[in-house]
């Protein structure tokens, strides 16, 4: 099951990779793709994520690996209707953790049994 992300301001690659499950490599090759992840950098190069890069990237995530789109058009879809894709992600990101909830319960009733 995927974290949730905290009250920080800023994210290591490192976290954002393990918070959302996708490969460090796929974030990086997706700042050179979409101009919506852009995470800050300090001197010495290191990514910094803000919640609202993070927040870009489950619309990627659900766009190009959920959906089943191509880069292109993946970002057509973020410059038409960046709203209506949040929302979409949203929906089913929090469908998939009803999903593992039901399926953690449904778990603990077979061991009672």
């Known amino acids: 099951m995927r974290k949730k992300p905290t009250d920080k301001k800023y994210y290591k690659i490192s976290e954002v990779s393990e ?12 700042e050179t793709r979409f101009p919506t992840v852009k995470p800050h950098r300090n001197d010495r190069g290191t990514r910094f ?4 890069d993070i927040e870009s990237i489950r619309m990627v995530n ?9 880069i ?11 709203s209506g894709v949040s ?27």
């Open 19 to 30: 918070m959302l499950g996708i490969p460090a490599s796929t974030l990086r090759f997706w």
């Open 72 to 82: 292109s058009a993946a970002l057509d879809e973020i410059k038409i209707n960046r």
């Open 49 to 52: 994520y803000t919640p609202s």
């Open 62 to 70: 659900f766009l190009v690996k959920d959906k089943g789109l191509h």
């Open 87 to 113: 929302k979409q992600a949203e929906a089913v990101a929090s469908l998939a953790d009803i999903r593992d909830r039901l399926k953690a319960l449904l778990d603990s009733l077979h061991k009672l049994r």
